[in-house]
C-alpha cells in the first residue's frame, strides 16, 4: 500500500489538525520504519532537535520532527507537537487488513453459540456451545473458544488462544497468540496422603480493552472471579494467578508473575520478571523495578525494588554499599596484619624490658 501526496496530508491533519506541512507536498509513502533501516518512500520520526545527524545521514525523505527542530536540506520535516504519537497514528493505515467477515469451511461452531455480525472465524477455530461472540471479532485459526464464553465487540484472537469455559472478554479486547484464559487456578490442599485438587469453580473477567500477551495465561478463580479491569495491558509469558484482581490501566511485562488472590492498583507497573506473592495489596500507581520480589503490602505511589521489595533509593545505598565490601573486607585484613605486626612488636619490647 502507497499514500500519495493528498493522503499524505490528509492522513497527518487528521492525525495531528496543527502540524505544520511542507507546501507543497510531493511525497509519496508506501511504509514507516526506523531511521536508521528506512527507504525513501518510508516515513519516519523523531522526537529531539538532536537526533539532527541521524534524520540526515537517513534514507528517509519525510519525517515527522518536534517543532524546533532544524531545517535540513532535501527532508520533507512534518513539524509536530507529538511527533510519536502522529507516527503512531500514521503506522496505524499501515497495518496488515483484518481477515474478512465468515466461517472458515475447517472451523467448527456449535449450532448453540451466538455469532454478532461481521465476525470472522479462522481455520481450525471450534466455538462450544452457549458462546456469544460480539460484531466485528476476529477469532483465528485453532483458537478454542468453551462452552458459555462471551466475547465483546471488535476483539482480536489470534490464532491458538484457548478462552475456557464461562470466561468474559469485554470490547476492544487483543488476545494474542497462544494464550490461556480460564484454564484451572493451581489450587491444591495436602490431605495427609495426597495433594487434593480444589475444584476451580471460578471464572475470569477481562473488562474492555484489555491486551494479553502471547503465551500469557490468566486463571479462572476458585469461587468468584478473576478480573483485569479496562486498559491494562499485559506482556507475553505473564501469569496471572486465581482470584487475582488486576486494576485499571495496569502494565505487565514479560515473564513478571501475580500469585493467587493478590491485588494491583489502577496505573501500577510491573516490570519483567517480577514476582508478586499471593494475597498482597499494590497500590495505585505503584512502579516495581525488574526482577524483584513482593511480598508484603507497597502503598499507593510508591517506587520499589529488589528482593524482598523496599524503597527504590534505599535498596540502591544498599548495592552500592555491597559494591563496596570486596575493597572494605581488604583493608581489614591489611589493618588486622598491622595490628598482628604491631603486637609482635610490643611483645618483643616487653621481652628485652
Known amino acids: 500500500m502507497t499514500l500519495n501526496s493528498h493522503q499524505v496530508s490528509v492522513a497527518l491533519v487528521q492525525a495531528d489538525p496543527d502540524a505544520a506541512l511542507p507546501s507543497p507536498f510531493t511525497a509519496s509513502i508506501s511504509g514507516v520504519a526506523d531511521l536508521a533501516v528506512a527507504t525513501a518512500t518510508e516515513l519516519c520520526f523523531a522526537e529531539r532537535a538532536e537526533q539532527a545527524g541521524a534524520v540526515a545521514a ?12 532544524p531545517q535540513l536540506a532535501g527532508k520533507v520535516l512534518v513539524r509536530s507537537a507529538e511527533p510519536r504519537q502522529v507516527f503512531f497514528t500514521m503506522a496505524e493505515r499501515f497495518l496488515p487488513p483484518q481477515p474478512p467477515p465468515g466461517i472458515h469451511p475447517a472451523a467448527h461452531v456449535d449450532p448453540a453459540a451466538a455469532l454478532g455480525k461481521g465476525v470472522s472465524v479462522g481455520a481450525g ?22 462452552a458459555d464464553v ?28 497462544g494464550a490461556v484464559i480460564g484454564s484451572d487456578g493451581f489450587g491444591f490442599a495436602w490431605d495427609g496422603r495426597r495433594h487434593r485438587k480444589i475444584p476451580q469453580l471460578g471464572r475470569v473477567v477481562l473488562e474492555d480493552d484489555v491486551d494479553i500477551g502471547c503465551n500469557s495465561c490468566v486463571d479462572r478463580a476458585t469461587l468468584g472471579e478473576t478480573r483485569v479491569r479496562r486498559g491494562t495491558k499485559v506482556d507475553n509469558l505473564v501469569q496471572i494467578a486465581h482470584n487475582t484482581d488486576i486494576g485499571e490501566h495496569v502494565i505487565l511485562v514479560s515473564q513478571s508473575g501475580v500469585a493467587g488472590s493478590s491485588r494491583l492498583g489502577t496505573g501500577a507497573i510491573i516490570a519483567g520478571q517480577v514476582a508478586v506473592s499471593d494475597h498482597v495489596t499494590v497500590g495505585a500507581g505503584v512502579r516495581v523495578g525488574g526482577q524483584s520480589g513482593v511480598t508484603k ?16 533509593k534505599q535498596t540502591l545505598r544498599e548495592l552500592g554499599a555491597l559494591a563496596q565490601l570486596p575493597e572494605l573486607l581488604r583493608r581489614v585484613k591489611r589493618q588486622e596484619q598491622a595490628l598482628t605486626a604491631l603486637n609482635r ?3 618483643v619490647a616487653d621481652e628485652e624490658t
Not at 471450534?126 to 456469544?132: E, L, T
Open 58 to 69: 537517513s534514507a528517509a525523505i519525510v519525517v515527522i520532527v518536534p517543532l524546533d527542530f
Open 125 to 146: 477455530a471450534a466455538i462450544g456451545a452457549g458462546a456469544v461472540i460480539g460484531d466485528r471479532a476476529v477469532i483465528g485459526g485453532g483458537v478454542q473458544i468453551g
Open 150 to 177: 462471551q466475547i465483546g465487540e471488535d476483539c482480536l484472537i489470534e490464532p491458538n488462544v484457548t478462552i475456557l469455559r464461562g470466561s468474559r472478554i469485554g470490547d476492544r479486547c487483543a488476545l494474542r497468540a
Open 297 to 312: 503490602d507497597v502503598p499507593a505511589g510508591a517506587t520499589v525494588f529488589g528482593t524482598p521489595a523496599r524503597a527504590m
Open 345 to 347: 612488636r610490643l611483645a
